[in-house]
Nanobody
Framework: QVQLVESGGGLVQAGGSLRLSCAAS????????MGWFRQAPGKEREFVAA????????YYTDSVKGRFTVSRDNAKNTVYLHMNSLRPEDTADYYC??????????????????WGQGTQVTVSS
């Protein structure tokens, strides 16, 4: 069982930056692929980024490449999403999620077993 708690969301102007954090419970954090997803009002949840067990591999959706960076600190049981050059279309609730099993970096929400409650990010134009 893994419990996830996101923090760091807020209101920011276009072009600004935010860092989201996701703190995980449990002693097996390093055996989970960690992902970030987002959901805008009226839209389906979409994949943002994922990071491998030890942080050596990352995967991003095209719209955030070069602007967002996912990282993890296994000693702190925490995964981060650094977001730069934010755009109004980045406005959404952001969720972290944990995927057990293989070290494959999936973009499919149903492959992640554990989810946080979400943190809201609003980017004003």
């Amino acid at each position: 069982q893994v419990q996830l708690v996101e923090s760091g969301g807020g209101l920011v102007q276009a072009g600004g930056s935010l860092r989201l954090s996701c703190a995980a419970s449990g002693r097996t954090f390093s055996s989970y692929v960690m992902g970030w997803f987002r959901q805008a009002p009226g839209k389906e949840r979409e994949f943002v980024a994922a990071v491998s067990w030890r942080g050596s591999s990352t995967y991003y959706t095209d719209s955030v490449k070069g602007r967002f960076t996912v990282s993890r600190d296994n000693a702190k049981n925490t995964v981060y999403l650094h977001m730069n050059s934010l755009r109004p279309e980045d406005t959404a609730d952001y969720y972290c999620a944990a995927k057990g099993g293989s070290n494959y970096l999936s973009s499919i929400p149903r492959e992640y077993s554990y989810w946080g409650q979400g943190t809201q990010v609003t980017v004003s134009s």
